[in-house]
């Protein structure tokens, strides 16, 4: 297959570091000879036929910004034959031999069938959840766990300040990632993960136990997953005594400029789906396993499992008693 043409588009929530693996998609797609468009608003963008060149120009100092120059979208037209029907007469239309598709499981499932369709695709696993199962890390994961340890940091000198519990929601969507990563990086005093169903009563416990030997102010991590954290707060603060607030951070944690390891991961993943594609191989997840690039049929990545480190979890119990 001689491929001409590639084109890249961003999908579901965005990620620090998507920028700098769209620079890396177009840059490695330049020095091969194959020209790059830049599909705009995700797979909505692909069936409304929003797609635009993109050359050296247009990704030069993206590297550095947080979100996507290209956008992102929900598409349930995507989960329709029509949908589907749409976007690869879109491609034909625009002689695209190949995508690059930057995001999570669902955006892979809607590579994986437009790859079934005829178009070839690499997915690139571009989310701050780290929940993709057949990579060990995501693109944007870095970032977003930095800026919620650096939020969390502040918020403890005024927990701290007024002998206060501070319970906080910290986003993973239905994975308990950044919860517990930035809890031992905080040295919260509880971590409630969905890997992990919660108990109250220890979580009361724990609290009331740390009071006795003198502490008198805590973290509570919570993953986005778990519920309703104002009520938690309030549960802890009748049951404990200890004045308690709640505080969600939000989508904050999904932008700012990305770290190197966002950088160099994005860097990586989109040089080497570029490589795939100008050898004319799509219908693949392109990761990273123990820091080596990788790549699996997207329909063996999709039904794979990704084991919870659960050392760390109960590291992270010992260390907060």
């Given at each position: ?23 890396a ?20 963008g ?5 797609v635009?060149?993109?050359?050296a ?30 976007a690869?007469?879109v491609c034909e ?9 930057i995001?999570?499981?669902?955006s ?8 079934d ?11 701050i ?5 057949c ?5 944007g994961?870095d970032t977003?766990?930095?800026?919620a ?5 502040r918020?403890c ?10 319970v ?17 990086s905080?040295s919260?005093?509880?971590i409630?993960?969905?890997?992990h ?9 724990r609290i009331?136990h740390?009071?006795?030997?003198g ?5 509570v ?10 009520e ?7 049951v404990t005594?200890?004045e ?11 932008g ?6 966002d ?22 997840v392109?990761?990273?396993n ?11 990545a ?19 008693r």
């Open positions: 297959m001689n491929v001409k043409k590639i084109g890249v588009l961003t999908s579901g929530g965005d990620a620090p570091g998507m920028n700098a693996t769209i620079h998609v177009v840059k490695s797609a330049i020095a091969k000879n194959i020209e790059v468009v830049g599909i705009y608003r995700g797979y909505s692909l069936i409304k036929g929003d635009r060149s993109l050359t120009k247009d990704v030069t100092d993206i590297i550095q910004k947080g979100g996507t120059i290209l956008y992102s979208a929900r598409c349930p037209e995507m989960k329709t034959s029509e949908g589907v029907k749409k690869k007469e239309a625009n002689d695209i031999d190949g995508l690059v598709v995001g999570g499981d669902g892979f499932c809607g590579a994986y069938i437009l790859s369709a005829g178009i070839p695709c690499i997915g690139l696993p571009g989310t959840d780290n929940d993709i199962s990579t060990d890390y995501t693109i994961y977003a766990l930095n800026t340890v650096q939020m969390i940091d918020l000198d005024t927990t701290a300040s007024h002998d206060r519990c501070s906080v929601e910290v986003m993973g969507r239905h994975a308990g990632y950044i919860a517990l990563n930035a809890g031992i905080c919260a005093s509880y409630i993960i969905p890997e169903p919660c108990n109250k009563q220890d979580l009361f416990d009331r740390a009071m006795k030997r502490k008198n102010h805590f973290i991590m919570v993953a986005e997953g778990i519920g309703n954290v104002t938690l707060a309030k549960e802890i603060e009748q005594g200890v308690s607030r709640a505080t969600i951070l939000g989508h904050v944690q999904r700012g400029s990305p770290t190197v390891r950088r160099v991961a994005g860097a990586r993943l989109g040089y080497h789906a570029v490589n795939l594609l100008s050898r004319g191989i799509g219908n693949r392109v990761g990273l123990k820091d080596v690039v990788v790549d699996f049929d997207i329909k063996d999709l039904n794979m499992t990704k084991k919870f480190p659960e050392d760390l979890y109960h590291m992270a119990g010992e260390l907060s």
